[in-house]
């Protein structure tokens, strides 16, 4: 997440496969990201950095691991076949959000009732591009608005591990309700809702998961300020008119 002339962006991201090399290809982007994500005033360049970082990573990757140019067919097969699923999103003054999906799992909004509570919203407000790396990104990139983030909702960007993970019966977890339950009584404190999704999570799965999961909160904090009454000198020259 960066704070930048442009607005508050973020990105998260799942890398196929696990160990020291998905860690490499997280540290790649996540170096891009920071510097794209204040030199690009339009959010499609900062995703067409990340394309080009990755595509940049994995070369480089092979090049070190075979030095001489003997990687074998299959090793360069596998590094053609390497993708990362990206949600990147712009938070801008006024609260709108702008968002660019690369295969990744859609937020949810988290939003207080008028009983007091909270409500857990999945949003999908279109199709997704492919993940990053499975294809070459088209010409022109879908650049999609969510609802203005009005002061104290919260957005709720996850991994689909967070989605898949089952219980020992097999069933999923319920990720929408675990978030609506975690935000009621705290108004959708980031750190509480986190902290509650992973337990609830933890006791679904029984402590064992097979497979790893971020979830990351994000609250409008502005106040919201109340309509005032109009000066009396404008208030006097509006009744005249």
């Known amino acids: ?143 999609l608005a969510l609802d203005r983030l009005l002061p104290g909702e919260a957005l709720v960007l996850h991994t689909d591990g967070a989605e898949d993970a089952r219980d020992a019966a097999g069933a999923f977890f319920p990720l929408t309700g675990a978030l609506a339950e975690a935000a009621h009584g705290v108004a959708a404190a980031p750190a509480a809702v986190v902290e509650r999704v992973r337990d609830a999570l933890l006791r679904h799965t029984g402590g064992l998961l097979s497979d790893d999961f971020a979830l990351l909160a994000l609250r409008n904090d502005r106040e919201r300020v109340p309509a005032q009454p109009p000066p009396p000198a404008l208030a006097r020259a509006c009744r005249r008119a």
């Open 1 to 143: 997440m960066q704070a930048t002339p442009h607005g508050v962006r973020v990105v998260m991201g799942d890398v196929r496969g696990h160990g020291l090399p998905a860690l490499a290809t997280v540290a790649a982007l996540l170096g891009s990201f920071r510097e794209a994500a204040h030199d690009e005033v339009e959010l499609p360049g900062v995703l067409r950095r990340l394309e080009r970082a990755l595509h940049r990573h994995l070369r480089d990757r092979v090049r070190v691991e075979h030095p001489w140019d003997t990687a074998p067919p299959a090793e360069r097969e596998r590094a053609d076949e390497e993708f990362v699923t990206v949600l990147l999103l712009e938070v801008r003054d006024g609260g709108e959000v702008m968002v660019l999906n690369c295969g990744h799992p859609w937020p949810h909004r988290l939003t207080g009732t008028p009983e007091g509570g909270a409500r857990a919203e999945p949003l999908a407000p279109g199709e997704p591009l492919p993940p990053l790396g499975m294809f070459p990104l088209p010409a022109e990139l879908p650049l």
